[in-house]
């Protein structure tokens, strides 16, 4: 789960200058709580899921968590390895792909889950259920999956 700490500099996690790989894995070790949970959610068709105000709850519940506990990790390893402060939480993710930290597909797809936090957290306007769930479901997932292996 902590292969991206480790393949910065073929390192092994005890002598990581700067990273705290207990930090790291106990981040990534929630991201994967909350995407079993998502998951499991998406598990339904659209119809079902819109009917079942807890799941819409939990669902943005846990894009949220998702997206706060890899944006810590991604500002925990910019500012560790390479020195930097990112102000937006997308540029986290911009950044971490533009160093390799991960791919650029991943880099891209948090950058569309950073957006649908927003929304949720922020109510730019009101929060389309059905487009939660579809942006979940359709990226989402495949892309929080592959964060956590890279």
Known sequence: ??????????????????????RVERLLAEINEALVVMNDLLGVGEEEFLSDA????????????IVEAATIVGFHILESLYGLSAE???DVFKWLGERGVVSNTVSR??????????????????????????????????????????
């Not at 799941?55 to 519940?61: F, G, V």
Request: hydrophobic share 40%; proline share 0%; with cysteine.
């Open 1 to 22: 789960m902590v292969w991206c700490v480790f393949r910065f500099n073929g390192s092994t996690g005890s002598s990581l200058t700067g990273i705290d790989v207990s």
């Open 109 to 150: 797809g948090f950058v569309r889950l950073v957006g649908l936090r927003n929304l949720i957290v922020h109510r730019y306007w009101d929060v389309d259920d059905l487009r939660v769930y579809r942006e979940a479901k359709g990226n989402g997932l495949a892309t929080v999956k592959r964060f956590i292996e890279e």
């Open 88 to 90: 937006t939480y997308s």
């Open 54 to 65: 807890k799941s819409i709850y939990a669902i943005k519940y846990a894009v949220v968590k």
